[in-house]
């Protein structure tokens, strides 16, 4: 019982955390509005808010494989940063770093998708596939392309970029494998000293 208050708590803490940072970080930028960060942020708040509310009323949590696909959508945001230098000024500094080590911490102490691995590995892919969708529809009708989305979708031949899209996908799956794989020893591991 006390770890689900905790988990209630979490929840909505995270969600209203992501969310606020996400507004600070964009508001007044609204050209920018259509970014990986912005677009991910937004749904990952919106993911924790209703995860409290669905456990206030139902008593139970979402999928593992939702809070899973959350964390690994924030750890591309995490690894972009450190590969790339992104902005860590302001509020961008909690999108850029904070927010996916709390979303880790979170997954390490409410998370165990270990019966389900296999399944939940091949959805880390509907945030990419959905970002790069409403992309494609922003581009067709504006013209416009946010960033990162334009280094996929725009300047190339339709080979390229059809290549450039599955190297996305790909890069998804191996970070989602890693992530289970990963997340199966720790797991494991924790579960053998409970039981020892």
């Not at 990986?36 to 919106?46: A, P, Q």
């Not at 008593?59 to 593992?64: A, E, H, K, T, V």
């Amino acid at each position: 019982m006390k770890k689900d208050m905790i988990r209630n708590i979490c929840d909505i803490c995270l969600g209203l955390l992501i969310l606020t940072v996400t507004f600070i970080a964009y508001f007044g930028h609204w050209g920018e509005l259509g970014e990986y960060c912005c677009v991910s942020g937004i749904t990952i708040g919106l993911v924790f808010i209703i995860s409290f509310i669905h456990r206030i009323r139902s008593g139970r949590s979402f999928s593992d494989w939702v809070y899973i696909d959350c964390f690994v959508a924030a750890l591309m945001i995490f690894i972009a940063t450190l590969l790339l230098g992104l902005n860590l000024n302001g509020a961008f500094i909690f999108i850029h770093i904070i927010d996916p080590l709390l979303m880790l911490a979170y997954w390490a102490f409410f998370c165990d998708d270990s019966s389900k691995r296999h399944i939940n590995v091949l959805t880390v892919l509907i945030f990419p596939v959905c970002y790069l969708i409403l992309s494609l529809i922003t581009l067709l009708s504006t013209g416009d392309c946010a960033f990162p989305a334009s280094l996929v979708l725009t300047g190339h031949s339709i080979p390229v970029t059809i290549g450039l899209v599955i190297a996305v996908f790909m890069i998804f799956l191996i970070l989602g494998c890693c992530y289970h794989f990963i997340g199966g020893l720790v797991k494991g591991r924790l579960r053998s000293k409970r039981a020892a």
